[in-house]
């Protein structure tokens, strides 16, 4: 059965200091892997699509990369305004326009 | 950001009475999705379109039916709302569909069925 797995389930950070979030996922034929962040009572909000194994992407604080197997997103750094939920979807080949989301990591980070 | 909004943003009905959530967009995307996210659960795809009057079943559709007779409106209609129902319902739009699927989220309508 085609799974996204996040973990942790939550973290928090103190301000600068860096760390990594992860998504596992098990599906056949990867064929886009879409991190997004989400403030409390809004919609997510796209960051990266990573497409085949070895591809790195960043924004600001963020950098996105990609394995067989799972992505990272690590944050640099972090600031008080990245606290929030941090969401991983995958799109495989047999899934025709829909995505399977992870459940998320909530991130706080204290300043 | 993406323009999508919802509408009611916050509702409020009681058991068995029938709902309709709006979303609208002014980006001219083809593809239109709705979701429901609750704890535990994650965002769950409830129905989308591909296209105007073109409709598709996600996840979750049952108890639920859309509508999209113009571009850029995308009606979700409870017919019969349940406590089950209870959540938050997002709506999301897309140019392409594939692995290029970058989805844009509306704000959400919080729906709570007494």
Known sequence: EDQVTQSPEALRLQEGESSSLNCSYTVSGLRGLFWYRQDPGKGPEFLFTLYSAGEEKEKERLKATLTKKESFLHITAPKP???????CAVYNAGNNRKLIWGLGTS????? | D???????????????????????????????????????????LIHYSYGVKDTDKGEVSDGYS???SKTEDFLLTLESA???QTSVYFCAISEKSGS????FFGPGTRLTVL
Do not use: F
């Open chain 1, 81 to 87: 305004e990245d606290s929030a939920t941090y969401l």
């Open chain 1, 107 to 111: 991130l706080a980070v204290n300043p």
């Open chain 2, 2 to 44: 993406a323009g999508i909004t919802q509408s009611p943003r916050h509702k409020v009905t009681e058991t068995g009475t029938p709902v309709t959530l709006r979303c609208h967009q002014t980006e001219n995307h083809r593809y239109m999705y709705w979701y429901r996210q609750d704890p535990g659960h994650g965002l769950r």
């Open chain 2, 66 to 68: 859309v509508s999209r």
């Open chain 2, 82 to 84: 349940t406590s089950s």
């Open chain 2, 100 to 103: 290029k699927n970058e989805q």
